[in-house]
C-alpha cells in the first residue's frame, strides 16, 4: 500500500515558468511534510517543509500548500531555472508511534529547458 | 563539518557474499537511518536507530542488519547477497523526529 503518492512522474517546464508537483497522503497520523531535492549522483536534500497546522509556506521560489482535510500537499517553483532540472521527493513522518523515518512518494524527474 | 559519509561509494559483490556499508556522521545526531533506492519507487526505510544501543525494523528490514554501538556510527549489513539487493544505499540522520534529515551521497551495490 503506498502510503504517498506523488504525480506527475516527469514533468518538462520552460524556463520562467511555474512548475507543479503534487502528492497526496492516506494515514491522518502523518505530521511532517518536506519535499527533498537530488541531483544526480547526490543524497537527497531538504528543500523546504511544512507542518499540517498551515495551509502554505513559502521560502523564496518554493512554496508548500498544504490542504489537510483533503489530505493532499504540493510545492510550486515559481520562475523555474535550469539549475532546478532534478528529481524531487515529498515525503511524510507520523507523529508517534511505528516505524520512525520518513514515507516518500515515488518521486518528479523535472526538466527545466532553457 | 563532513556531515553524513557513507563508504564505499561502489561495491560489486556475488551472490552469496556478505558485506558492511559503512556510515558515520559529526553532527551528534541521535537518529540515524537507511534507505534504500530503487528506479523510480523513492527511498524505503530499511532500518533505523533512537540513538546508540536502539535500533529498529522500517519497512523493508528482510536480508539486512543494524548495529549502533556508537552515536556517530550506524554500518548496514549484508548476510547472503542476492541480486534483490542491488540497489542505492542511502544513510541519514537528524537531530530528532520530524526534523530536518541529512543525508550521505550513497553506496550504489550491485549483486551478480
Known amino acids: 500500500q503506498q502510503q504517498v503518492k506523488q504525480s506527475p512522474q516527469s514533468l518538462i517546464v520552460q524556463k520562467g515558468g511555474i512548475s507543479i508537483i503534487n502528492c497526496a497522503y492516506e494515514?491522518?497520523?502523518?505530521?511532517?511534510f518536506p519535499w527533498y531535492q537530488q541531483f544526480p549522483g547526490k543524497g537527497p536534500a531538504l528543500l523546504i517543509a511544512?507542518?499540517?497546522?498551515?495551509s502554505e509556506k513559502k521560502e523564496g521560489r518554493f512554496t508548500i500548500s498544504f490542504n489537510k482535510s483533503a489530505k493532499q500537499f504540493s510545492l510550486h517553483i515559481m520562475d523555474s531555472q535550469p539549475g532546478d532540472s532534478a528529481t524531487y521527493f515529498c515525503a511524510a513522518s507520523k507523529r508517534g508511534g511505528g516505524a520512525d523515518g520518513l514515507t516518500f512518494g515515488k518521486g518528479t524527474h523535472l526538466i527545466i529547458q532553457p | 563539518n563532513a556531515g553524513v559519509t557513507q563508504t564505499p561509494k561502489f561495491r560489486i559483490l556475488k551472490i552469496g557474499q556478505s558485506m558492511t556499508l559503512q556510515c558515520a556522521q559529526d553532527m551528534n545526531h541521535n537518529y540515524m537511518y537507511w534507505y534504500r533506492q530503487d528506479p523510480g519507487m523513492g527511498l524505503k526505510l530499511i532500518y533505523y536507530?533512537?540513538?546508540?544501543?536502539?535500533?529498529d525494523k522500517g519497512e523493508v528490514p528482510n536480508g539486512y542488519n543494524v548495529s549502533r554501538s556508537t552515536t556517530e556510527d550506524f554500518p548496514l549489513r549484508l548476510e547472503l547477497a542476492a541480486p534483490s539487493q542491488t540497489s542505492v544505499y542511502f544513510c541519514?540522520?537528524?537531530?530528532?523526529?520530524?526534523?530536518?534529515?541529512?543525508f550521505g551521497q550513497g553506496t550504489r551495490l550491485t549483486v551478480v
Open positions: 536507530s533512537v540513538g546508540a544501543g536502539i535500533t
Open positions: 494515514n491522518t497520523a502523518f505530521d511532517y
Open positions: 511544512i507542518r499540517p497546522d498551515v
Open positions: 541519514a540522520s537528524s537531530i530528532s523526529r520530524n526534523t530536518e534529515a541529512f
